[in-house]
């Protein structure tokens, strides 16, 4: 056991009068590309990070569930009965982790009642996803404890039915994915439609990169109401060009939308239909070159969300111009948009030299200071001790 996971387990043993029965971590994520593609069946290329959240977790002889976390290291435990959980009936952050548990039951799994605690180095909303971390941390050790044998494609679902039904985000299934089935020095290549993914190579380290988060701390107001308007868009764009999903149409459709749709729809369902394009040459790229090449894809993908989407702010636009005109391989803003993080590619002796210029240039225009750090990919969830 390593030094931290030993501070949780003695952190465990002070709250809960027990010692845990196992420690088991699952990480953050962060996409390389693909972005607003999952809700329309398309794809995406996550990869597990080496942040990470872990679960210390005892089983009861009754079916109660008490669980803490080292973010609120005053606070009481929240305890719940396993039989009272309902759809909704959880707030606040206990939510994620009770609402994996009543997703198993949902499921069809009996869950022992047990005692957890939760530890976390997933910053929260920066868009590494520490909220699957959350969640894949408590089904790995819940399907351990509850003897239940159930596969990391169906614990991602079940991630995603707790986050989905009892915090109540209408989040898609990649986080869940990329943290139950990544795997180090690989992305994860994952079909939204069907489910089924496949490890794609991302030595990252081997080529001398690394990937840089540039968090831009900007959470605007109205982030909720424009992803709820993205989506209604490319459903919008789905029932006029005739297919289930925007996934169904290809490049070559293109022109044939354009007749179709009003001018704001088609660049939005451009957007995702490129976005789709480059996922898939993002996969091509790694396995016939690797890392170092998927500069340009990185970029393209930031002007389609910027000028299509419409989903980029100042904060992020000037993160992406400034890392690449200060030597990064590529750039874009991840996640849902209107702020959060911004991502850059960058040889690890260029990294210091970009992280200066976005600072510089974040407090020249009069923002708030970035949070900047490096991601590695990682291994997927498991049991640590
Ligand atoms: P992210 O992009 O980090 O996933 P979310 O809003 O989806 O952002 O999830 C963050 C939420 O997850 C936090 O507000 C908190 O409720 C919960 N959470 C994540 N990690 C922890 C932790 N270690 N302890 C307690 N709650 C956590
Ligand atoms: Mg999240």
């Known amino acids: 056991m390593n030094s931290t996971a030993q501070d949780l387990a003695t ?8 010692e845990p029965d196992g420690l088991w971590s699952a990480p953050g994520r962060v996409n390389v590309i693909g972005e607003h593609t999952d809700y329309n069946d398309g794809f995406v290329l996550p990869f597990a990070i080496r942040h990470s959240t872990t679960v210390a977790a005892a089983v009861r002889s009754d079916r109660l569930v008490r669980v803490a976390s080292t973010f609120a290291p005053d606070e009481d435990a929240v305890v719940a009965d396993l039989d009272e959980l309902s759809e909704g009936s959880v707030e606040g952050w206990a939510a994620y982790p009770l609402g994996v548990l009543w997703a198993l039951e949902q499921s069809g799994y009996r869950c022992p009642g047990m005692d957890l605690l939760v530890d976390s180095s997933v910053p929260v909303g ?24 159930i596969s990391r494609r169906e614990l991602a679902v079940i991630g995603q039915l707790a986050e989905n039904r009892m915090v109540g985000a209408p989040t898609g299934i990649m986080d869940q994915s990329a943290s139950l089935l990544g795997e180090a020095g690989h992305a994860v290549f994952l079909d939204c439609r069907s489910g089924a993914s496949r490890l794609v190579p991302l030595d990252l380290e081997g080529a001398g990169l690394e990937l840089m988060v540039i968090d831009t701390r900007v959470s605007h107001s109205h982030a909720t109401g424009g992803y709820a308007a993205r989506r209604r868009s490319c459903e919008l764009g789905a029932e006029m060009m005739g ?59 930031h002007a389609s969300m ?73 291994a997927g969830a498991a049991r640590i001790a």
């Open 243 to 301: 297919v289930a999903a925007l996934r169904d149409l290809s490049v070559k459709d293109l022109a044939e939308a354009a007749g179709v749709l009003d001018e704001e729809t088609f660049r939005r369902v451009r957007h995702i239909v490129t976005e789709n394009a480059r996922v898939e040459d993002a996969v091509e790229v790694l396995t016939r070159k690797g890392p170092a090449e998927l500069g340009p894809l990185l970029v393209a993908s």
């Open 11 to 18: 952190a465990f043993t002070d709250r809960f009068g027990t």
């Open 306 to 378: 910027r000028d299509d989407f419409e989903i980029s702010c100042a904060e992020l636009d000037t993160a992406v111009d400034t890392a690449l005109e200060a030597g990064a391989l590529g750039a874009r803003m991840t996640g849902g948009g209107f702020g959060g993080s911004a991502i850059a590619l960058a040889r690890v002796g260029d990294v210091p030299a970009i992280r200066s210029a976005v600072e510089t240039a974040f407090s020249a225009a009069g923002f708030r200071s970035p949070v900047i750090f490096s991601v590695l990919p990682g």
């Open 126 to 149: 920066a868009g590494l996803s520490s909220s699957a971390a959350l969640e894949c941390s408590v089904a790995v050790a819940a399907n351990e404890l509850a003897q239940a044998d």
